[in-house]
């Protein structure tokens, strides 16, 4: 079984719309963290979490939000999504190393 | 602008071609982390540099970090079409926040 995963995998959405992508994982780290990912592009950092009781915002926060239900779950949402949401999004988790291991990814389009 | 610059952007090179990827910053970072990502699926972590100046093997693939760790590269000897991917640079600024680079797309032509 994967340590870590996410739901859905792919998303179709309409503009406006609010929704929720969510990640989980196996491996018992404290830390995850929110990508997003263009075609053919880097990844870059919407939120990340230390532990259960600490959230922070990565470069690109704005139009999303996030919680940490436990030290096992983490999930992204999208109030009111807009179509320069499309893109490939990624949960990762770390723990006492910077190594990043991370999900299969969630593939959003907005239309 | 991008804290981690790569360069190329964009590779293609035929079967048994050497190459050399690039990421520079104007930060230091404490250790510089290379991914290969593929098609479909998320980054997997290929080595992490820690010491300026180190060099790190692994088979065909050669890492060095820059003696004042603000930059790294990647030379692959002898390319193989199981090369083909997105190689992407990744550190943390002594920020606490992580940071990608722009990424390296390869493809090795067989």
């Known amino acids: 079984d994967a340590d870590v995963t996410q739901t859905p995998r792919n998303r179709i959405t309409k503009t406006g719309k609010r929704i929720m992508l969510e990640c989980s994982q196996t491996k018992g780290h404290d830390r995850m963290y929110w990508y997003r990912q263009d075609p053919g592009l880097g990844l870059q950092l919407i939120y990340y979490?230390?532990?259960?009781?600490?959230?922070n915002k990565g470069e690109i926060s704005d139009g999303y939000s996030v919680s940490r239900q436990a030290q096992a779950k983490f999930s992204l949402s999208l109030e009111s999504a807009i179509p320069n949401q499309t893109a490939l999004y990624f949960c990762?988790?770390?723990?006492?190393?910077?190594?990043?291991?991370f999900g299969p990814g969630t593939r959003l389009t907005v239309l | 602008t991008q804290l981690l610059e790569q360069s190329p952007q964009f590779l293609s090179i035929q079967e048994g071609e050497n190459l050399t990827v690039y990421c520079n910053s104007s930060?230091?970072?404490?250790?510089l982390q290379w991914y290969r990502q593929e098609p479909g699926e998320g980054p997997v972590l290929l080595v992490t540099?820690?010491?300026?100046?180190e060099v790190k093997k692994l088979k065909r693939l050669t890492f060095q970090f820059g003696d004042a760790r603000k930059d790294s590269s990647l030379h692959i000897t002898a390319a193989q079409p199981g090369d083909t991917g997105l190689y992407l640079c990744a550190g943390d600024p002594l920020s606490n926040q992580f940071y990608f680079g722009t990424g390296t797309s390869l493809t090795v032509i067989p």
């Open positions: 540099v820690v010491t300026g100046g």
């Open positions: 930060s230091v970072f404490s250790s």
């Open positions: 979490s230390f532990d259960v009781k600490d959230i």
């Open positions: 990762a988790t770390s723990g006492l190393t910077d190594t990043q291991y």
